[in-house]
């Protein structure tokens, strides 16, 4: 067989066997291999290894694109020292994954603007690297998702969906309140999860407070039951992020102000 013929057969074969990695750097790592002498074991291995990477990769990019976060965030970025409530230890821990593997949920609970959903989003981004399946819902856009699926009836379709991810993350609960349908649905949702997925949830309100979310005592109670069994909480309790910046920059602005020379002064 020509050397024309065999490289061509090959390509085919890497192509039909879904190998896109070793197809794209074979040829090139076969004259490195030789350039070294190495042998043909550890040239396959090579290969190997470029692909598993490029597939564990190329995996994380999917999982990424389909927790549809509205803004990736890491915990690179998030400024501990700005908030020094939140309890940091407990944050490197959840980061390593262990309480999705014991499907547990975590709760972050404390004033607007304080980072909740940055830490959230920092979580569910580190999870999608680990490997776990994750969608992101604002908490208003769940109830809305699931009224509109019960109108077309794929509730139960949509509720499939869900129980096939490792971990579900319910943004700014209690900022607006449910419909009656709405609040038996979201409960439905938390029902299902229990002890099956886990969650991540922020809100602004203190326990004694969702019943306005909910509009029901006994419904909250219930969900409250089921969120908090196997619950790690953190709470952030500092200044608003937002409102900071918004005070450095009015600072900034009134000392440039004053530090212009006015008309009569030229």
Same mark, same amino acid.
């Given at each position: /067989?020509?050397? #024309?013929?065999?490289?061509?057969?090959?390509?085919?074969?890497?192509?039909?066997? !879904?190998?896109?990695?070793?197809?794209?750097?074979?040829?090139?790592?076969? +004259?490195?291999?030789?350039? $070294?002498?190495?042998?043909?074991?550890?040239? =396959?291995?090579?290969?190997?290894?470029?692909?598993?990477?490029?597939?564990?990769?190329?995996?994380?990019?999917?999982?990424? !694109?389909?927790?549809?976060?509205?803004?990736?965030?890491? /915990?690179?970025?998030? +400024?501990?020292?700005?908030?020094?409530?939140?309890? *940091?230890?407990?944050?490197?821990?959840? =980061?390593?994954?262990?309480?999705?593997?014991? #499907?547990?949920?975590? &709760?972050?609970?404390?004033? %607007?603007?304080?980072?909740?959903?940055?830490?959230?989003?920092? =979580?569910?981004?580190?999870?999608?690297?680990?490997?776990?399946?994750?969608?992101?819902? %604002?908490?208003?856009? /769940?109830?809305?998702?699931?009224?509109?699926?019960?109108?077309?009836?794929?509730?139960?379709?949509?509720? !499939? *969906?869900?129980?096939?991810?490792?971990?579900?993350?319910?943004?700014?609960?209690?900022?607006?309140?449910?419909?009656?349908?709405?609040?038996?649905?979201?409960?439905?949702? @938390?029902?299902?999860?229990?002890?099956?997925?886990?969650?991540?949830?922020?809100?602004? &309100?203190?326990?004694?407070?969702?019943? $306005?979310? /909910?509009?029901?005592?006994?419904?909250?109670?219930?969900?409250?039951?089921?969120?908090?069994?196997? @619950?790690? @909480?953190?709470?952030?309790?500092?200044?608003?992020?937002?409102?900071?910046?918004?005070?450095?920059? %009015?600072? !900034?602005?009134?000392?440039? @102000?004053? *530090?212009?020379?006015?008309? +009569? *002064?030229?």
């Amino acid at each position: /067989m020509g050397a #024309r013929k065999a490289t061509v057969l090959l390509e085919h074969y890497l192509k039909q066997l !879904k190998l896109p990695t070793v197809l794209r750097e074979y040829a090139k790592l076969a +004259d490195v291999c030789q350039a $070294e002498r190495t042998d043909y074991q550890t040239f =396959l291995l090579r290969l190997a290894e470029r692909e598993i990477q490029d597939r564990e990769v190329r995996a994380a990019e999917r999982r990424l !694109k389909a927790a549809k976060f509205p803004v990736t965030k890491t /915990m690179d970025t998030f +400024d501990f020292n700005a908030q020094p409530s939140i309890n *940091q230890m407990r944050v490197r821990e959840l =980061l390593r994954g262990e309480y999705i593997e014991q #499907r547990e949920n975590v &709760l972050l609970i404390g004033n %607007s603007g304080t980072g909740k959903t940055h830490l959230a989003t920092a =979580l569910g981004f580190a999870a999608c690297q680990q490997g776990y399946r994750v969608r992101f819902f %604002s908490a208003t856009g /769940m109830v809305t998702q699931l009224l509109e699926h019960r109108e077309d009836r794929q509730l139960e379709r949509f509720h !499939k *969906q869900l129980e096939r991810l490792d971990l579900i993350v319910l943004d700014e609960l209690g900022y607006v309140p449910f419909s009656k349908a709405g609040a038996e649905l979201f409960f439905e949702v @938390i029902s299902r999860a229990y002890e099956r997925t886990s969650l991540i949830v922020t809100t602004n &309100l203190p326990f004694e407070n969702w019943i $306005e979310v /909910m509009g029901n005592e006994r419904l909250t109670g219930a969900l409250l039951d089921r969120l908090t069994h196997r @619950i790690h @909480i953190l709470e952030a309790n500092g200044e608003s992020y937002r409102l900071r910046h918004s005070r450095r920059r %009015s600072r !900034k602005q009134s000392h440039l @102000i004053n *530090q212009t020379p006015s008309t +009569d *002064q030229k």
